[in-house]
């Protein structure tokens, strides 16, 4: 009888490490380290675009309904992850934290702030993370515009005609980071957005090195073109290997 008890106790320590979660500060995204553009005349390697491009230029505006932000994260292979194509960016995990636009234009404040928000990872794991940003009619949620971009980059074009509906839609990231989380316990918990490495805890996110800029998404014939290359180069890589 006691056996089982002792396993089954184990077990079920075994089983909450499995799915404990980390402890990230998710109560300021401090303008020294994270600000918002779009730019029409930028090119994107997700989205293209150009000088003949429309669309408005400069820090996203101050109202909170224009623009909305969410945290991603990946797996970390040891060196700062890339994001070249929006295959490859469809391809993050959605970490469920959450940011939109503050009252000064270009900044951004976490939506539900706290100083120890959990993430989908174990403490002391580190993984990658990005910060995507769109335009309100693209979407109410990450979910929703994932979804919908995946449609149109595996050729269903419906749903982003409808969603855009006839609107000139905004999509960019800012530059990846990494982070190591922290166990919850930790109040706060690990820094996502800075200016230089932190000690035992990785390379944050710093978006004045390369400005999250939101791009126009393009039509989406071009964009299905750009996502299914993506696609393609995955899968000759997987074929590789």
């Not at 400069?58 to 932000?69: E, H, M, P």
């Not at 700062?80 to 959605?94: C, F, G």
């Not at 200016?195 to 299905?224: C, D, H, K, M, R």
């Amino acid at each position: 009888m006691k056996k089982l008890v002792l396993t089954t106790v184990c077990a079920l320590a075994v089983t909450g490490a499995a799915f404990a979660q980390g402890n990230v500060a998710w109560n300021l995204i401090t303008p020294a380290a994270m600000t918002a553009d779009t730019n029409s005349t930028a090119y994107s390697p997700l989205m293209g675009g150009g000088s003949a491009v429309g669309g408005a230029v400069g820090l996203t505006g101050t109202a909170y309904a224009g623009f909305d932000y969410e945290l991603l994260y990946t797996t970390y292979s040891g060196t700062q992850a890339t994001i070249t194509t929006l295959a490859s960016l469809l391809a993050w995990n959605d970490t469920g934290l959450s940011a939109t636009n503050a009252s000064s234009a270009g900044h951004l404040v976490p939506v539900a702030g706290t100083t120890a928000a959990q993430v989908p990872w174990s403490p002391g794991t580190t993984d990658s993370i990005v910060l995507v940003g769109w335009s309100a009619d693209l979407g109410a949620s990450w979910a929703s515009v994932s979804n919908i971009l995946a449609a149109a980059a595996a050729g269903n074009n419906a749903p982003l005609q409808a969603q855009l509906a006839g609107n000139q839609g905004f999509l960019g990231i800012s530059t990846t980071g990494f982070t190591t989380t922290f166990a919850t316990s930790v109040n706060p918990g690990a820094s996502l957005f800075g200016t230089a490495p932190i000690a035992n805890q990785g390379t944050p996110i710093f978006s004045l090195n390369t400005p999250l800029y939101l791009v126009p998404v393009p039509e989406p014939t071009t964009l299905a073109l750009a996502g299914l290359g993506g696609l393609s180069l995955l899968l000759f890589r997987r074929q590789r290997k």
